[in-house]
């Protein structure tokens, strides 16, 4: 633990040495699920990452029509959801730029100049993310800054050399796709369970579940 200088707790990054491979998972997590852990999971053991960082949004711009929950309640879900894991951690870098729109763009350069250029960077994204990467703010730069992995997610397809390739061809070079184990979760689920009254049980961890009746989120429906 460090503290960041405003009072605020928050967990280590790993440290920066030659050879280090980090992964980045981002989202809004809103709220953490399975589907999420598993994908982080699968892409460390098969990349033979260090570490995953987890990175929730601040305020993501493409969810703006949606109000997303107050970011450190996503961040401390995020916290409770990872914290059994020794090769997982959270940063806090999007969530202390809560109040602005948050750009993976202006992550991608943190993290680039936290390791001066050491380290590997693994993004890691479902396939609907990825296929939406040509909205991204300066995509062309991102594909300069990481590789991206590119997991399968049920409903969605990855058509990448079609779609992505035929805009950006240097983008080809640096996305790799890797077939996850089959998780139909998403958090607009949760949320829509919860909002019907219907049990969230094994489709996040037991913790992020008593947090989330605890604070009695996503009790009323916003979408
Ligand atoms: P929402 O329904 O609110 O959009 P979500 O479940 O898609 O939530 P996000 O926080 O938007 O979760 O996603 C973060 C990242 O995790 C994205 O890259 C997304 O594609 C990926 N992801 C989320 N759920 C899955 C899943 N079940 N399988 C594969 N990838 C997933
Ligand atoms: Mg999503």
Redesign the pocket.
Known sequence: MTNNGVGTMTLQLPECRDGLCVGI??????PI?L??LV?AEEVRIQYELDKVIFVPTGYPPHKAKRKVTDPEHRYLMTVLATINNPYFTVSRVEIDRAYELTYTIDTLRFFNNYYQGKAEIYF??????IMDILSWKDYGELFSLCHFIA????GYNLNIEETIGKVCPQALSRIEVLE?PA???????IRQRVVAGKPIRYLTPDAVTQYIYKNGLYRHARE
Do not use: E, N, Y
């Open positions: 998972m981002g989202g809004t997590f809103d699920h589907g999420h994908i890691i994204t479902g396939a609907d993310a997991v399968t997610r049920p996850i998780m139909q979760i998403s958090s607009t689920l």
